[in-house]
């Protein structure tokens, strides 16, 4: 399994941005949140989240907030994914993860220091130019990415031990439970655009899909198609 171990070091001191305190603050909020994955806070602790945000707001990369990444999209609060990277863990380590919207990378290079391999699927192509930049920056070899529909999932690569999806589905894609393995899990965020939604874990034991509602949260939609 690949770690996180930069090819291109960062300044830790930097300015305040990049230090140890603000990351420490970043891990305070989430065990206050109830986040206990030991393993999960480490990742997020190393992952230099103000690297997958625009220099112009990177001095809130570790707020625990969303924030924009253009083309209509957004980098999810940490919370949310650290969330749902648990939720992923709950039932054990997973080898090979298929996630639907790679967004800025930054879920992904988190799952990157967590399972063998990451595969994610992104429909907008300046945003997977950009977290294909960052992969490389950031020297994660497990990570292969995908321009494509996200709704098609990866079916060459299929079946994963877990699909994590970013995005807002009014339904789970058919194609998505398809390519889960015997004894796979699923989360993803489920509900109308701009109505109620609510983060769902679909954990596939003995030839049954059984659903647990992790609760609510917001998310951009997933949408149809693929774009330049």
Known sequence: MSGLTLRH??????????GQRVRERLIARLLAEGVADARVLEAIRRVPRHLFVDEAISGRAYEDTALPIGNGQTISQPLIVARMTEAVLAAGRPSRVLEIGTGS?????????????????????PLLRQARRRFRQLGLDNV????DDGRAGW??????DAVVVTAAARHVEPAWLAQLAADGVL??????????????RIRREAGEDRQDDLGAVVFVPILPGVGE
């Open 155 to 160: 079916p060459e690569e299929a079946p994963f």
């Open 9 to 18: 070091p960062v300044d830790e001191a930097g300015l305040g941005l990049t």
């Open 105 to 125: 990378g930054y879920q992904a290079a988190v799952l990157a220091g967590l399972v063998d391999q990451v595969f994610t699927v992104e429909r907008i192509g």
């Open 187 to 200: 989360v993803a965020p489920v509900g109308e655009p701009g109505a109620s939604q609510r983060l769902v």
């Open 144 to 147: 292969r990415s995908r321009h």
